[in-house]
Nanobody, 121 residues
Framework: QVQLVESGGGLVQPGGSLRLSCAASGSGFSINAMGWHRQAPGKERVLVATIISDGRTNYADSVKGRFTISRDNAKNTVYLQMNTLKPEDTAVYFC???????????????WGQGTQVTVSS
């Protein structure tokens, strides 16, 4: 009943920008946190940024000052604006949402399929 659909990945030169979007589709649910994780080849998946329904945000130190996470609660959509991109930002970026069905008692994590971001000259 819940699907996360991502868009916006691609190839960009160092110093460039990309904007990722992730929309949660379905009905009969509420979302607490939404966010982005990334996984570079041969590395563990790590948190990039999260945003709670009340607007609170968290960022990995490596992206602070360059990335901005935002969300549109009415559209169940989260965005990641990525500026001043560096080669070390190259990774598969995964959207995540904590979802609770109406009447439920706990949240379940859902993941998008991942979108490739490559920063290279």
């Amino acid at each position: 009943q819940v699907q996360l659909v991502e868009s916006g990945g691609g190839l960009v030169q160092p110093g460039g920008s990309l904007r990722l979007s992730c929309a949660a589709s379905g009905s009969g649910f509420s979302i607490n946190a939404m966010g982005w994780h990334r996984q570079a080849p041969g590395k563990e998946r790590v948190l990039v940024a999260t945003i709670i329904s009340d607007g609170r945000t968290n960022y990995a130190d490596s992206v602070k000052g360059r990335f901005t996470i935002s969300r549109d609660n009415a559209k169940n959509t989260v965005y990641l604006q990525m500026n001043t991109l560096k080669p070390e930002d190259t990774a598969v970026y995964f959207c995540n949402a904590q979802v609770k069905k109406y009447g439920g008692t706990f949240y379940t994590s859902y993941w998008g399929q991942g979108t490739q971001v490559t920063v290279s000259s």
